[in-house]
Nanobody, 120 residues
Framework: QVQLVESGGGLVQPGGSLRLSCAVS????????MRWYRQYPGKQRELVAG???????SYADSVKGRFTISRDNTKNTVFLQMDSLKPEDTAVYYC??????????????WGQGTQVTVSS
């Protein structure tokens, strides 16, 4: 079973920073794509940022220039550095990983979510 464990959420004032982490564990062969999503109450999850195994990144327009996604392939971990946070960034953030298991069967796994609250 593939497991994702997130950490780093919390309460921060507008203009502040937070760094989210997501560690992937289990019997995996590869992690091809790692992404961060967020979800507002009563809304569907929206893609925030993604990073491929080769390091190519993409961002939602709403976070470009403020958020940075990175990964440590040696530790199967993805990070989301969030700077210049705004109240509208308040949401539950979810980590997602897509890849292959040791059996070469694919997986698409999610973390449990971590709350980010931006408020004065």
């Amino acid at each position: 079973q593939v497991q994702l464990v997130e950490s780093g959420g919390g309460l921060v004032q507008p203009g502040g920073s937070l760094r989210l982490s997501c560690a992937v564990s289990g019997r995996i062969f590869s992690i091809n794509l790692m992404r961060w999503y967020r979800q507002y109450p009563g809304k569907q999850r929206e893609l925030v940022a993604g990073i491929t195994s080769g390091g190519s990144t993409s961002y939602a327009d709403s976070v470009k220039g403020r958020f940075t996604i990175s990964r440590d392939n040696t530790k199967n971990t993805v990070f989301l550095q969030m700077d210049s946070l705004k109240p509208e960034d308040t949401a539950v953030y979810y980590c997602n990983a897509v890849g292959l298991r040791l059996t070469r069967l694919g997986y698409d796994a999610w973390g449990q979510g971590t709350q980010v609250t931006v408020s004065s």
